[in-house]
């Protein structure tokens, strides 16, 4: 049976008493595979998230971290902070982060260290801009990010980390990837992995798709071969429309 996660990526949204509501509202929708879920919360909302996620099965995640346990750096959150909560999930590596804040391949891989340390899975997010793209060098990129990325990470940890594929180009610009760009990106990534490890264990890889995934073309990406879920962003702040998107996943066998 083919594996999914369908994950919520809220970025900069949603006050504690949004979120409140908006879980409320999630749960009133009675999921039929919760397990296969999970909403990535700004850290303001995560206990007040994972309370009320409490016994839903679906999981919980952050959005960052910093890769030092402890220490001076203002205004960070260390893994072991995020563990005492009890997350499950970390995004690490969104291209906004390697845009805005300075996030590097060699600054992903610490994190992903310390994340798989601590028994948190991070969701590791790739993917070309739109001027890679028309170069036509998106999988020299990608390769190279992912190989970066999974610098000094063992055989038995390297599946635990979820990959999102997520072009810069489809991210909040409404222009999705066609389910045919998306799947020979994910099953390259596969590919690359299957490459640095072994075909079992690049089989073994949970591998999303992000960009403009919602109801309407969630089906079509989520059926194809490579593709294991969706990282979702604008459709994932609307109760409808993330439940949506998590029928579609549950759907498909
Ligand atoms: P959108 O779904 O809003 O395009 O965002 C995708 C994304 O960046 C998820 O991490």
């Given at each position: ?11 900069m ?29 700004p850290f303001t909302?995560l ?15 952050a959005q960052n971290c910093h890769f030092e346990e402890s220490g001076a750096f203002t205004g960070e959150v260390s893994v072991p902070m995020l563990k005492e909560i009890?997350i499950?999930?970390c995004v690490i590596g969104h291209?906004?982060r390697r845009?805005y804040f300075n996030e590097t391949d060699v600054s992903v891989n610490k994190k992903l260290k310390a994340l798989?340390q601590a028994?948190i899975?991070p ?131």
């Open positions: 049976m083919k594996k999914f996660l369908i994950a919520g990526n809220w970025k949204n949603k006050t504690e008493s949004e979120a409140e509501e908006f879980i409320a509202a999630l749960k009133a929708k009675g999921l039929s595979k919760p397990e296969q879920v999970c909403v990535c919360v909302d206990r007040t998230v994972k309370k009320a996620l409490e016994g839903t099965g679906i999981g919980i995640g009890g499950d999930y291209s906004e845009e798989i028994g899975t969701i590791l997010c790739v993917g070309e801009s739109l001027e890679i793209r028309e170069q036509g060098t998106e999988q020299t990129f990608v390769a190279g990010q992912v190989i970066a990325d999974f610098d000094g990470i063992g055989i038995a940890d390297a599946a635990k980390i979820v990959i999102a594929y997520e072009p810069i180009w489809a991210i909040g610009t409404g222009k999705t990837a066609t389910p045919d760009q998306a799947e020979e990106m994910c099953a390259f990534i596969r590919g690359v992995l299957s490459g640095i490890y072994d075909n079992e264990t690049g089989d073994a890889f949970i591998i999303q798709y992000g960009g403009s995934m919602k109801p309407g073309n969630a089906k079509e990406l989520l059926e194809k071969k490579d593709i294991n879920g969706g990282l979702i962003g604008g459709a994932s702040l609307k109760v409808d429309d993330f439940a949506a998107i998590a029928e579609a996943a549950a759907g498909i066998e």
